[in-house]
Structure formats: C-alpha cells, structure tokens
C-alpha cells in the first residue's frame, strides 16, 4: 500500500473495513488531514469461493463482514461528512456482476449474498438522498472481470477461523461463460466510475455484453409474475 501511494502521491492509511471503529478513525483521519471528503469508495473486498454445503459459518461470517458490512460501515463513516459539505460530494460503493444476476457454475454463494445486499443498499440510498434532496449522490459499481488481487483475499482472513473457501486464479481457471470474458484494466474500471460520478449514473457496469445473464434472471422473475397474476 505504501508503494502504490508513493506511485500516485497520496496518503495511505491502513484500516480493516469489518471494524467500524477503524473505518471511523480512517474518516477522521481524513477530514483531519484534508479538511474535507468529497467522495467515497467503498472497495474493499474478497472473493474466495466454495459449495453452499461446505461453507461454515465462519465463512459466511466472513465473507459478509468484509463485502457487505464493510460497505454499511464506510457508509456510516463517509456519508455524514459528505452530507455536511456546502457543496456535496459522492459515494461509490463496490458490488459485482453477482450483485445483479448468479452465474451457472461458479459456487459464489457467500460473495453473491453479500453483493447483491450491496446493490440494493446503494438503490435505496441514492432513493433518499434525492427525495431528501440532498447535493450527494451514489452510484453502485458491478464489475465482471477485472484484473486485481481479490484472489489473494484469504490472506488476510483471521487465523482462528476455520472453513472451506479457496482462493482460484480466475485467469487460468475460469470455466464455462466466464471464459471467454475479456478481463478489464483496473484503469478503465475507474475511469468508469469518474465518468459515473460526473453524470450521477446509478448503476456502473464494466461488461454490457453479461446482459444475457442479468436479462435472463429478470425474465424469469417476470415469468413468475404473468402466472401468479393470473
């Protein structure tokens, strides 16, 4: 972290997203630093994987502390100092093409739970924000492949926790409509999100052409509708 902040002549400061009092004193640090906050992100997360049958609940613990708590508690943190700015600001909170739709094969169970609450907070969030009028907005970015280290997540794991999930190298492993998926920079995923915070876009998608995935579970939802009102 030090030396990706030295490359882009930033501040670094170390903070575990599943503990609120860390996001806090990372906000703190922040305003204490720079006088103000004009946007979030809340990116942090992991992707390790395993069968719903298999998952303690250490996993899931876990794996939504991190991807889902993680996000509800930079919220907590970020969202009263940008709302107290005169001149506003943005959040951005990290989700997932599993924020959206399930994908066949990829036992992404514990990931997809905490990825699709994420999307569904940062829906209703925007909703407020607007009815209340506030000059904050927020967008919600579900990205397909990009290439990060969130393999390398596990790591980071507390040691007394036990579980199935494994880390997989999504490069050499991917397997079935995954495979053939062109895996972004991480460049152009941000640029995305510039570009989403300058036009206040809501939802932040790096792969349009996953539509078939997304389209096909709203299709089916729509069919349940047609026959349960009839």
């Known amino acids: 972290m030090a030396a990706a902040a030295a490359e882009l002549g930033v501040d670094s400061f170390a903070a575990d997203v599943t503990d609120p009092e860390q996001v806090q004193r990372l906000a703190d640090h922040v305003v204490a630093r720079h006088g103000k906050i004009d946007v979030a992100v809340n990116n942090a997360g992991v992707g390790p994987t395993a069968r719903i049958r298999d998952l303690t609940l250490d996993d899931w613990r876990w794996m ?58 940062t829906e209703i969030l925007a909703a407020e924000l607007a009815a209340d009028g506030a000059s904050v907005g927020a967008s919600v970015l579900c990205p397909g492949p990009v290439l990060s280290h969130i393999n390398s997540g596990l790591r980071s794991r507390p040691a007394d926790q036990q579980g199935a999930l494994t880390e997989t190298d ?61």
Do not use: Q
């Open 64 to 121: 939504i502390d991190v991807n889902l708590f993680g996000v509800i508690h930079g919220i907590c943190s970020f969202l009263p100092v940008l709302t107290s700015n005169p001149h506003g600001g943005y959040i951005v909170n990290t989700a997932s093409m599993a924020g959206l739709t399930t994908i066949p094969g990829v036992d992404m169970a514990a990931y997809t739970a905490a990825k699709m609450g994420v999307v569904g907070i």
């Open 170 to 230: 999504p490069l050499t492993e991917a397997e079935g409509p995954l495979a053939d998926l062109e895996w972004k920079d991480p460049l152009e995923a941000g640029t995305l999100v510039i570009d989403g915070i300058r036009s206040g876009r809501l939802h932040l998608i790096t792969h349009p052409e996953l539509w078939w995935a997304v389209g096909d579970r709203f299709a089916a939802i729509e069919r349940a509708f047609d026959i349960t009102a009839r």
